[in-house]
């Protein structure tokens, strides 16, 4: 039975969230409280682990996700299971939507109504988008516990602070480590994480 579920809200998380992996983590935050698979809390670190993984973040943390709620029914086995089960519920949805469309392009790429529904689609995305980036910042820069009892000097996390603005200042302001990838600022970040956490 949980498998059945697992599989039923990865499908509909695939199949609202319009505007790629990103778009997932709203669905996620109401997974979390809906179902105790995780906490908000893990979120956070799911996307900091699916954005420094190959592969969409969408299907990193749907696979992640399995894999912890399925660890707990069966061992490895059960992991494993949970993990493909669940990746499989994200990416039904698109496929199927990919097998239909296929199957009449030529009618849905000339007509009105389609191009209406997604020029309709962007702001919905970006609106998705913009609130999984706020709740990422405000669990990762304000201590929400304490932020729910009203807002004070105890509810910031300086550390999240400082790390920003020294990402911001050496992604935008100092020129030699402007153009440097983003994969080693992630690998930057992760090991000051690591040392803070000591």
Known sequence: MLYLRLFWEFFKTGLFAVGGGMATIPFLYD??????WFTGDDVANMIAVGESTPGPIGVNMATYVGYLTGQGEGGLAGALLGAV???????????????IIAAFLKSFRDSRYVQNAFYGLRPASAGL???????????????????????QL?????????????????????????GLHPILFILAAAVVGVLWSM
Do not use: C, E, H, R
């Open 129 to 151: 988008i913009s609130a999984a980036g706020l709740s990422v910042a405000i669990s990762n820069l304000f201590f929400p516990d304490v932020l729910a009892q009203g807002f």
């Open 31 to 36: 997974m979390a409280a809906a179902t105790g």
């Open 154 to 178: 105890a509810a910031l996390n300086w550390k999240g602070w400082i790390l920003a603005a020294v990402l911001w200042v050496l992604t935008n302001k100092v020129k030699k480590t402007k």
């Open 85 to 99: 089960i669940a990746t499989v519920g994200l990416v039904t949805p698109s496929i199927l939507v990919i097998l």
